[in-house]
């Protein structure tokens, strides 16, 4: 038993969550190491898309809307929080497919 986890209940939500993507990726065909790896490129490409997406609206809101400065911001900070915890996430999964999956391969 885990002080931080006495129920198994992120434990539980973690593993429900690694399956949906492992399904996702077997109906997507990734089937070897190196589709694994594009996956992995892709994700973090995707993540530093949307980072820099992020950046130049923030940047251009606060210019043109000076006065919704401290909204824009704290908004951007949610949505850059929000996007680092699901590509670090999406990131370990991979791994794990990885390395329970395609292993053996």
């Not at 077997?26 to 490409?45: H, P």
């Not at 908004?75 to 996430?89: D, G, H, K, P, R």
């Amino acid at each position: 038993m885990k002080l931080n986890d006495p129920f198994g209940r992120a434990q539980r939500k973690q593993q429900s969550s690694y399956e949906s993507l492992r399904h996702s990726l077997l109906a997507a065909g990734v089937t070897t190491r190196e589709g694994a790896e594009i996956v992995l490129k892709n994700l973090m490409w995707r993540a530093l898309a949307i980072t820099l997406l992020v950046g130049l609206v923030t940047i251009g809101l606060v210019i043109f809307l000076p006065n919704m400065s401290a909204a824009v911001l704290t908004f951007a900070f949610v949505i850059l929080s929000w996007l680092a915890v699901t590509t670090l996430n999406g990131y370990s999964f991979v791994r794990r497919f990885i390395r329970d999956e395609l292993s053996d391969l």
